[in-house]
């Protein structure tokens, strides 16, 4: 209990980087955004990269070796290996003008995390590759008996429940899929947990839950309990990550995933109407937080 107390000590805002360190970065993204370009532009390039890499004809699927030295690259390397490897939004300043290429995942309170089960063990850590929790869970790999499987999922720690709410998957069961669309990604997350089980102790683990874009306004009409529904104690909600649905898992910040907090979403989405309760706040909150741009701030006056 020790550990798990000390590890939420460590503030990580999920609408920015997953550690403190990346803050300046993020600020010098909106003030150097003349150099880059526009938010549409970027995304536009990237896409296009994208299509680049897939015409090289690069596995959507394809298995991890059983070589000791790929299985997540040996237990004392696992810091190292796991630094800065969280992709990071941006803040969603241009809205998408074709809502059926994007998907929104809602995000609980909480701390990012990449949860790696392997060797029999299921541990979260932060942006800097520090391990910041140690448990076991019902993931390939995770728990005793399956220590030969490896599964890497990207999501938020809630601690008051003790669960992990899944936004993404980079592996599952030795097989990555880092490099697919995000649209694959999200089908292949769904199918693998529908047939999860959970392990009686455990860390619980359970999806995020997620929406179309076209789909905004029905969706954020809602009230929690309804947007949550098989949670006993429903979690406030920090924001939202809007993923474009040709985005492959890379590391870093990247223009094709974007975040707004509840009190953006009608000033970005004219026609949307949020429930009151999704911009209810913690009485407490010790994450560090990061300030929207100008850009939407100015929209918001």
Not at 235 to 253: I, R, S, W
Not at 258 to 276: T, Y
Request: proline share 4%; hydrophobic share 35%.
């Amino acid at each position: 209990m020790e550990e798990l107390t000390n590890a939420f000590a460590d503030s990580v805002d999920v609408s920015g980087s997953a550690t403190s360190s990346h803050k300046e970065p993020r600020i010098r993204q909106w003030k150097t955004s003349s150099k880059y370009g526009d938010q549409k532009v970027r995304r536009e390039n990237r896409l296009k990269e994208l299509k680049d890499k897939r015409d090289e004809a690069k596995a959507t699927a394809r298995k991890l070796s059983n070589e000791e030295t790929c299985l997540i690259r040996r237990e004392g390397k696992v810091m190292e290996e796991f630094k800065g490897a969280l992709m990071q939004s941006e803040w969603l300043v241009d809205t998408p003008e074709n809502f059926g290429d994007w998907l929104v995942k809602v995000c609980p309170i909480g701390r990012r995390r990449l949860l790696h089960a392997a060797f029999g063990e299921t541990c979260l850590y932060n942006g800097r590759g520090q391990r910041t929790h140690k448990s076991f869970s019902g993931l390939p790999g995770g728990f005793y008996g399956s220590s030969h499987c490896e599964t890497l999922l990207d999501g938020i720690i809630c601690s008051e429940t003790w669960t992990f709410y899944v936004l993404d998957i980079l592996s599952w069961d030795n097989y990555t899929i880092r490099d697919c669309e995000l649209e694959f990604r999200n089908f292949w997350l769904n199918q693998k947990m529908e047939s999860f089980s959970q392990k009686k102790g455990g860390l619980r683990i359970v999806l995020a839950p997620s929406f179309e874009l076209t789909e905004i306004n029905s969706a954020l009409e809602k009230r929690l309990v309804e947007t949550f529904p098989t949670e006993s104690i429903v979690p406030l909600v920090d924001g939202f990550m809007f993923y474009h649905k040709e985005a492959e898992y890379q590391e870093g910040t990247t223009p094709l995933v974007g975040w707004l907090k509840p009190e953006h979403i009608e000033d970005q989405f004219p026609n949307a109407r949020i429930h009151l309760e999704f911009k209810k706040k913690p009485f407490m909150d010790l994450r560090k937080q990061y300030d929207a741009p100008d850009a939407l701030n100015q929209v918001m006056n």
